[in-house]
């Protein structure tokens, strides 16, 4: 070919070339946008696809309104924060408050902040991991919500993602701490709290007893504060060596 | 994607409530038309269709077709007045769950809802039809076109030389042109790949290997083995993420063989244009690890981000992305540095949505960059030939003012194929192959190749946000964000719009290492677009009963 009619042809071909590639932009584009439409009519007629149930609020404030229905994905973060999956915008909720795993058809919830929530009324800390299932009432900040898992989700979920180590299988296999569902160390914690609480209140009210009876010219003076201070102890000492088996074993 | 899925659902449940109208709709055809011939058939069709069953039943007891339509349709009423089954379309499930009433939510289904959904229905049926068929006319569209611009690109290079003809531009349509048409068109009927996605991808690698050609056919040559290799290993990538479900052991390997891949420069590689990043083997040639230790990066922070988001227990791959940070600044080569440290950037911030925290990693990348310019001697000379290039026309500034020149040149639509003086622009055929495109195709085959790259990494987007696991997310996060910020750099590089960085752009440049990392995390994303589509299949089997 001489040399003009190669200069005439890829002239040619750079003007051939501009209307393919802008075909090609347009019918990708064109794809992508049905591609979304579908998926936005997929989502629309069977809000179900890609969620695991919704947290249906019972309370909320002034921006959640009760009876409106949270979409509860399949792992993700719960906070008063917009970049949260789960976003409840209520007063005293913090900006990332909890986050959650979808696993054997349950919902695993663990807190990130010091606030905590609570489920069915149990305080959840930071160390925690609540295991949810259907029904369960979560109370976070001022909002109360109550969770409904869509039953055909039963015993499936993202359990192949890397939340939820092999270490902390075993560990819940073997009836470990630190395993799923085996008590966190906040729970622990608050656990022995509640005890020795509990126990100084009994030793307190038996003191308080003990004196009203010396007061009164009965009872021994031998018998004041000491005995419940003891047993208090006692159960203290009971309960620390439970724990401690426990976690040795 | 999604039509797909519910495609693939039909097939599945041969029962379902969808299903049984069209079985319905089919049946109805022959009484239709019996109707119209008249007679005692007509009344039992006509009273099949209106009246109540036990009265149809009386007057076509004789005729099977007419009691098949009826019990269909018994059968439809059935499963639409059934809570939680298909016949609840909108929110029967969740309803029946909620036990939030006795009406049903078929009752409940107003028209507008009814038409839209009837009109979704009609899109499926259309859809399943086409699949069954083998067309996705967009897509087969693209690869159309692609193969016919590398059909006339080689051709008309094949003629260039006078009284010959180069038979190694056919040779290399007869390799591209099959391959293009096999990867979007058949391989995803097969293997987990998107389609759009490939046929984007292959477009943009057939641009390239033409415009690569013109100005240095045995590059183009050795970078069309470079493509058979990289769509090798982006089909086991795909493969394995869509099937693999335990990342944690790769993302271990990973790290480790990530950072020795950055040690081997240091300890054997040799100076070239100011950075030390490329490593001689015996029988692959040389190649450049940086560009497949980005896979590595990707996975790490992808793991470790979606596994623990206490900033704690991101550690391991922050560590690693500070270790790979800190060879790359050793090996002088700042521009994969500033890849590496921005997509880090993104991730975290996709990850925990920590503004401080984000902003202090910002702060601290300017701090870095401040420290490389004052330390740096090339990095001045950069920055002073961005800020004035006709300070030193000749030398620093010369590969800066040629890419301008020959964009200029090039004006709207390009001087044509092989034309023009592309050869002396220093490094035409990988840093500034976008001034060589637009010098020879034009601007606005350029703008147009920047809206593909945009369509790539949008469609990438949606595949993202679909994905039921984290890990997913921040793993296509990953890959998206170095293919933006890697395309952005280098093309706002050669338009002087920053200051100039040696990284390649994706798919076009010349260069092995870049094309099989960019066409391995193309793989990662035909893997994530598989595992979303496996999951809303499971879903909606699961929905549909």
Redesign the interface.
Known sequence: ???AW??V???C??????A??????L??????A???A??A??M???????AAG?L?VLSGGRRLAAGE?LSV?????MGS?H??DICIPVRRVHM?SA?FWMEEGRLHMAA?HRDGFLVDDVPVEPGDEAVLE?GAVVRVGDAKLVL??????RG?G?K????V??ERRRNARQGRGEGIGAPGKGEIRREKKLMKQRALDRAGADGAKARKENRDGKGSRTKRGGAGTIEAMETIGMMEEKQSRRTRR | ???E??TAKRRKTGDGAVNARYKKTEEEKPAQARRQTGGAARKAAAGAAEKPAAKARGKAAAKPEARGAEKTRAAQRKKTAAP?RGGG???G??D???KAGPRSAARRESGRDRR??E??EK?MRD?RRAVSRGVDM??V??TL??V??EA??FM?LA??T?GAVDLRAFSLLAVMAPLAAATALLLPRFLPLDP?IM??TN?LCGVGMVVLYTVTPERAVRQASYYALGLAAMLVVSLAVSRM????GLTMLSMVLGIGALLLPLAFGSWQNGAKNWVELPFLGSFQPSELVKLSLVLSLA?YF??H??VLQMMPAILFAGACLLLLMLQRDLGTALIYYAATLVLFYAA??NVPLTVMGLGGGAAAAVLGYRMFAHVKVRVAMWRNPWSDPLDKGYQIIQALLAIGSGGL???????GTPEKIPAYYNDFIFAVICE???V??GL??L??YL?LI??GV?LIT?T????DMLLGCGVLAIFAIQTFMIVAGVIKMIPLTGVTMPFLSYGGSSLLSCLMMTGILHGIAARTKA??E???L??K?
């Open positions: 070919m001489t040399q190669f200069q042809l890829s002239l071909f750079g003007y051939i070339s501009a393919l590639i802008a075909l090609i932009v019918l990708a584009a064109r794809k992508y049905s591609d979304r579908v998926y009519r997929v629309r007629h069977t809000p179900q696809v890609g919704v249906r229905e994905p399949y792992e993700g973060t924060g970049s949260c990332r986050f990130l259907d409904r898992l869509y039953g055909a989700r499936r993202a192949d993602d890397p939340y180590t092999s | 994607m999604a039509r899925i519910f939680g379309k909108k929110d499930l969740i029946a769950r909620m839209a959904r009109k979704t899109a859809r967009p897509v569209m693209i076109m692609t016919l611009f006339m690109g008309l003629v260039r006078e759009l046929a984007l477009f479900r335990r990342f944690r793991y979606s596994a988001r206490t925990c949505g639509f390009g001087v044509g194929l092989g034309q020879q195709l034009g606005v085959f147009l190749l809206a593909v369509v949008l469609r949606s679909h039921r696991r984290s890990f999951d809303m499971d879903d909606i699961s929905i009963g």
